[in-house]
């Protein structure tokens, strides 16, 4: 049972045998002059257009990348690059993905100032400090439409309302990768100026992303060379990756508003069912959050303990973000106004619409075993020491 697609998704069938019948068939450099690489060229304008459609923008507003995390440093280095005499604060949330955090961190060895939005006791970004952070010098705000490790859903109309009304030329960016086809978010309709997205946390490959830049907003290349799509990112496009993407995009927004309905209920039935199970522990809820992931602490637990224990039962969950894999705690934790015992006790549980709620109860039954017998060890390896 596989519980960590906030991770990585298992791409759908429709999109393996797209996959596969596209390598076979667009191998062509979309840049050659021959039939063939007009042909592959037309697959990567038909896989913009489609997107654009699901977006509900225009289809150069598209720009497609590796991964998020290009995405991401696209985003936020190519704009502040681009606008070299613009102010020099930079705004984020403390709990953001590694991707933006760091390229955050490359910005202020650079000279730029950035701002840390704590998280409220709501695990929200407390917008009273961004109204206060807000000036002439904000050049880029940066937050993400659903937090990867608690699924906090911050509210983005707020903030783009705070942004016209007190720092009009702040840029704003949306890390939208744990949101998109899962939650409503069209960046044009919304007012933000960037938006990443990540093919493969959407039933698509890995090795595909996206990132949506409004109209006239100057942004500066990462990648330079042949000058592809528009000299914004230089490379030979992969027409099969991004036709795969699109498909997955058309396919998850058309059954977004069901799929939401379907994972809530698996969610409310999850953490009622650890509620009552008896194993102290402590679901952690922001006010507003996206249902396909939840959060919760097993106190006296050792979180990588307890999910290498639910693999050897093929149950797999995770502790934190994979793409911060190699750190021993998890920066989302260790910033929320929690107690220490929650913060280093936490699994992160992502949740499907192919899950089933007998796939929950096996998962409760399996914590039901496991948590009390690992929180005897901890207290008798305490006593110990």
């Known amino acids: 049972m596989y519980f960590d697609q906030t991770a990585s998704t298992l791409p759908l069938p429709e999109i393996l045998d797209l996959y596969l019948s596209l390598s076979k068939s667009t191998y062509?450099?979309?840049?050659?002059?021959?039939?063939?690489?007009?042909?592959?060229?037309?697959?990567?304008?038909?896989?913009?257009?489609?997107i654009a459609e699901v977006l509900r923008c225009r289809p150069e507003n598209l720009l497609f990348t590796s991964c998020a995390t290009e995405s991401i440093n696209t985003a936020l280095r190519g704009v502040i690059a681009a606008h070299p005499h613009g102010g020099r604060d930079i705004i984020t949330w403390d709990i953001e993905h590694k991707a933006t955090l760091k390229t955050c961190a490359y910005l202020a060895q650079k000279g730029y100032n950035v701002r840390y939005l704590a998280t409220t006791g709501d695990l929200l970004p407390d917008l009273k400090e961004l109204r206060t952070a807000l000036s002439r010098e904000t050049a880029l705000i940066s937050i993400s439409l659903v937090n990867n490790e608690l699924g906090s859903h911050p509210d983005i109309a707020a903030i783009v309302k705070l942004r016209d009304s007190l720092a009009p030329q702040a840029i704003i960016h949306i890390d939208a990768v744990q949101g998109w086809t899962k939650l409503p978010f069209y960046p044009l309709q919304t007012g933000v100026d960037l938006a990443s997205f990540s093919g493969h946390k959407i039933y698509a490959p890995k090795g595909i992303g996206l990132l949506y830049i409004r109209k006239g907003l100057r942004i500066d290349p990462l990648i330079l060379g042949g000058g592809q799509q528009n000299g914004l990112r230089s490379g030979t496009e992969n027409p099969v990756l991004c036709a795969c993407l699109a498909r997955a995009a058309q396919i998850q927004t058309k059954s977004m508003a069901t799929n939401f309905a379907y994972v809530q209920d698996l969610h409310n039935f999850l953490v009622d069912g650890l509620n009552r199970a008896g194993l102290g522990c402590c679901p952690n809820l922001p006010a507003k959050y996206s249902p396909y992931i939840l959060n919760v602490s097993f106190p006296g637990v050792n979180p990588e303990t307890l999910a290498h224990a639910l693999a050897d039962k093929e149950i797999y969950v995770a502790t934190h973000s994979a793409c911060s894999s190699s750190d021993n705690r998890s920066h989302v934790l260790d910033a929320l106004p929690i107690d220490e015992a929650r913060k280093t006790s936490a699994l992160r549980i992502s949740l499907a619409p192919d899950h089933e709620k007998s796939d929950l109860t096996a998962l409760i039954d399996a914590l039901r075993e496991i948590v009390p017998k690992l929180r005897v060890k901890s207290q008798d390896s305490t006593l110990q020491r």
């Open 28 to 50: 062509a450099n979309p840049a050659a002059i021959h039939r063939l690489g007009y042909e592959a060229e037309q697959v990567i304008k038909q896989a913009r257009k489609d």
